[in-house]
């Protein structure tokens, strides 16, 4: 089973918050993780607005790192969606019909992409806006993204 991860889902492997633990374990069970280029970027923005807002263990700076570096060393691991002009556009067509925010939007279409090669996978997200559509588009996306 491949698990594709949005953001929300993701930052759970390396911060410790509600459901953090229930995707640790499906991670565990995958045969891969899944996620699209631009959950690069935006797993980085999360890290570093968690230490700006002081919300990580003391030094902040250092955990910052840390959380840095083990996430560019899995992320090498990570079968990733480029966000191509063509998934782009897929993307902006699921907004309207699914009341999706755009980064979701391209997240959901990222795991279209890979359910359509592999339809073996599971997708992992903490916004039921975003998971109502995931279902609705039948992805396997389970209450509370685990």
Request: overall charge neutral; hydrophobic content about 50%.
């Given at each position: 089973?491949?698990?594709?991860?949005?953001?929300?889902?993701?930052?759970?492997?390396?911060?410790?918050?509600?459901?953090?633990?229930?995707?640790?374990?499906?991670?565990?069970?995958?045969?891969?993780?899944?996620?699209?280029?631009?959950?690069?970027?935006?797993?980085?923005a999360a890290f570093a607005r968690l230490a700006r807002e002081g919300l990580l263990p003391i030094q902040p700076v250092n955990r910052h790192q840390?959380?840095?570096?083990?996430?560019?060393?899995?992320?090498?691991d990570f079968i990733v969606v480029d966000a191509s002009s063509r998934l782009i556009e897929q993307?902006?067509?699921?907004?309207?019909?699914?009341?999706?925010?755009?980064?979701?939007?391209?997240?959901?279409?990222?795991?279209?992409?890979?359910?359509?090669?592999?339809?073996?996978?599971?997708?992992?997200?903490?916004?039921?806006?975003?998971?109502?559509?995931?279902?609705?588009?039948?992805?396997?996306?389970?209450?509370?993204?685990?």
């Amino acid at each position: 089973m491949i698990l594709y991860l949005d953001t929300s889902a993701l930052i759970k492997l390396f911060i410790d918050e509600a459901h953090s633990r229930e995707v640790r374990d499906l991670a565990k069970s995958a045969k891969g993780l899944a996620c699209s280029s631009l959950g690069f970027v935006e797993t980085h923005a999360a890290f570093a607005r968690l230490a700006r807002e002081g919300l990580l263990p003391i030094q902040p700076v250092n955990r910052h790192q840390e959380l840095a570096a083990a996430f560019n060393l899995a992320w090498k691991d990570f079968i990733v969606v480029d966000a191509s002009s063509r998934l782009i556009e897929q993307a902006a067509r699921l907004v309207v019909p699914h009341a999706l925010r755009g980064f979701d939007a391209v997240h959901l279409a990222s795991a279209l992409e890979i359910f359509h090669a592999v339809p073996r996978m599971r997708f992992a997200c903490y916004d039921e806006r975003l998971r109502t559509a995931a279902i609705n588009l039948g992805l396997d996306a389970p209450q509370e993204g685990a």
